[in-house]
């Protein structure tokens, strides 16, 4: 009988990480070094010598941009650090060469993994030293969401040394809604959260909440002081719509638009103007805008949580293409999945469900909210992602709303229960 082949999904169940290898590792570093650091002007300031810690570590991070891998790899040289990334990247035909050279560890976004805690486990015992992204995926907005839920628990299981890297000006570099390169400056500050005996003396709960206070970012506001020039080539309001999608003067959803500089509203002409620091100037003195994009987003995030607790009814639906990963060739071209099938996909108390087609043929599926709690959004914001029984899929919407079924799915998820919940001092609910 003909041995029948792997999928590319049953070889990756298989992935044992190891150290990355050392000359493959410091040649692609020093490459990057070479490459990156002058064209996004990369300052680093240090509070520790990650030459002194002789021993397995943790890095944690706030994940600012794509590109992080950069500003945190280069940071800890020359020690090799095992990144701990996206499940769903491993499918990727450009990326997938140079995963398997660095041994990265896969992690389902949002999703219980113990082949994930076995493989970081193996690096540590090893000597090796990993970084964990807690947030889960970059950030959406320019400031960060909550970690994911049991990175207390992680950090407090290995009991090593926790090193951190905090970003500044990374998102506004590359930010979510467009994918255009803005260099200006990025900060990155080097320093250590945690010894071993913290981590001993305190519980999950009292980690987790650390770990968030630590890697709390806000990109727009910190350029209200640092003042950073950025080079958005006349765009930097692009698709900018994609997360802020509500009117802050007329209420309308779905009616503005970002093009070049300006971002407005085409139902009642509210609008303003980013300079080259994101600064938001309103049109005329009778425009409402708010000080920052991120105040925007979370105050469209609050009006979400309004209309949900109101409505025991609420439901959010959406025509929707949905994409699915390759088993047995690698994507090419950057896609990030193979598009099979569309239908309807509602979210609402009853959870996350859908209905349609895939391959031709009948399909519907219903998640409880307690497993979704967030969606991902692996390059920009123009479709999201959840995983359904273990199996990744990618949603991408007729209309530009990824923002909306973000905070809605959010939103109900912490308001039906769910363990995910927002920042202690968020004013999302006051």
Not at 97 to 106: D, Y
Not at 151 to 167: A, D, N, Q
Not at 325 to 335: H, I, Q, T
Not at 384 to 406: M, R, S, V
Request: aromatic content about 12%; charged content about 25%.
């Amino acid at each position: 009988m003909k041995k029948q082949t792997m999928t590319l999904q049953e070889k990756l169940a298989l992935w044992k990480a190891k150290k990355p290898p050392l000359v493959i590792y410091l040649v692609l570093a020093y490459l990057w070094k070479l490459l990156f650091v002058k064209k996004y002007n990369v300052h680093y300031n240090y509070q520790i010598n990650p030459k002194d810690y002789k021993v397995p570590y943790i890095v944690i991070s706030n994940h600012a941009s794509r590109v992080d891998y950069l500003y945190t790899g280069l940071a800890f040289l020359p020690h090799r650090l095992s990144y701990v990334a996206g499940y769903n990247e491993f499918f990727r035909s450009h990326l997938a060469m140079v995963f398997r050279l660095l041994r990265v560890i896969p992690k389902k976004n949002f999703v219980p993994e113990l082949s994930a805690i076995q493989n970081i486990s193996r690096v540590l015992k090893s000597g090796g030293r990993v970084i964990v992204f807690p947030e889960g995926m970059s950030s959406i907005s320019g400031s960060n969401q909550p970690s994911a839920i049991g990175t207390g628990k992680l950090l407090k299981h290995f009991k090593v040394p926790v090193l951190m890297t905090h970003i500044e000006g990374g998102y506004l570099t590359n930010t979510k809604y467009c994918l255009d390169d803005r260099p200006g400056r990025v900060d990155v500050t080097v320093s250590q959260l945690f010894t071993p005996e913290q981590l001993s003396s305190m519980d999950e709960s009292e980690i987790q909440l650390a770990v968030d206070k630590a890697i709390h970012h806000d990109d727009y506001l910190w350029n209200k002081t640092a003042r950073v020039k950025f080079d958005g080539k006349g765009e930097l309001a692009k698709n900018m719509h994609t997360l802020l999608y509500k009117c802050p003067k007329c209420g309308k959803e779905l009616t503005m638009k970002g093009v070049g500089n300006h971002i407005g509203c085409s139902a009642c002409g509210n609008g303003a103007s980013l300079n080259d620091y994101y600064d938001l100037i309103p049109d005329s003195p009778d425009c409402v805008i708010p000080k920052t994009p991120v105040e925007w987003f979370d105050w469209e995030r609050k009006e979400a949580y309004l209309a949900i607790s109101g409505n025991p009814d609420y439901e959010l639906t959406e025509p929707v293409k949905i994409g699915m990963l390759p088993k047995y060739e690698y994507l090419k071209d950057l896609k990030t999945s193979e598009i099979v099938g569309e239908g309807m996909l509602k979210v609402s108390r009853n959870g996350l469900s859908f209905s349609g087609i895939k391959h031709g043929e009948e399909f519907s599926f219903n998640i409880p909210l307690s497993q979704v709690p967030t969606y991902g959004m692996c390059t920009d914001v123009s479709f999201f992602t959840t995983y359904l029984n273990g199996e990744y899929i990618e949603f991408y919407p007729k209309t530009e709303c990824t923002g909306k079924w973000l905070h809605v799915t959010e939103e109900l998820h912490r308001i039906t229960g769910g363990k995910w919940k927002n920042f202690p001092d968020a004013d999302t609910y006051q």
